[in-house]
């Protein structure tokens, strides 16, 4: 049996712990995220509409994104990961 190491960024895979760490190092992380004020949520939802989000890379370079709705989810997250093969 050989052990491999998953970046939980991105799913690839690694023969040391260190290249993983190196490869999760190597993603953008989330540092912010908000609705704006405006036209992000309909009246009596409970959901926005739109998520926006800003990120940072490991040479400090920031990006943001704007995020639309495009379905429901389970609120326990826990369960989504479980469902997409990741640990906890
Ligand atoms: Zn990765």
């Known amino acids: 049996m050989k052990t491999q190491f998953i970046c939980e960024k991105c799913g690839d895979r690694f023969e040391t712990a260190e290249a993983a760490k190196k490869c999760e190092a190597s993603h953008g992380v989330l540092i912010e995220a908000r609705v704006m004020p405006g036209t992000a949520y309909k009246r009596s ?3 926005a509409q739109e998520i ?3 990120f940072r890379n490991a040479h400090g370079e920031e990006k943001a994104a704007k995020y639309q709705f495009i379905g429901y989810a389970s609120v326990d997250f826990g369960d989504v990961k479980k469902e997409r093969g990741c640990d906890e």
């Open 52 to 54: 926006w989000a800003k």
């Open 45 to 47: 939802d409970v959901k």
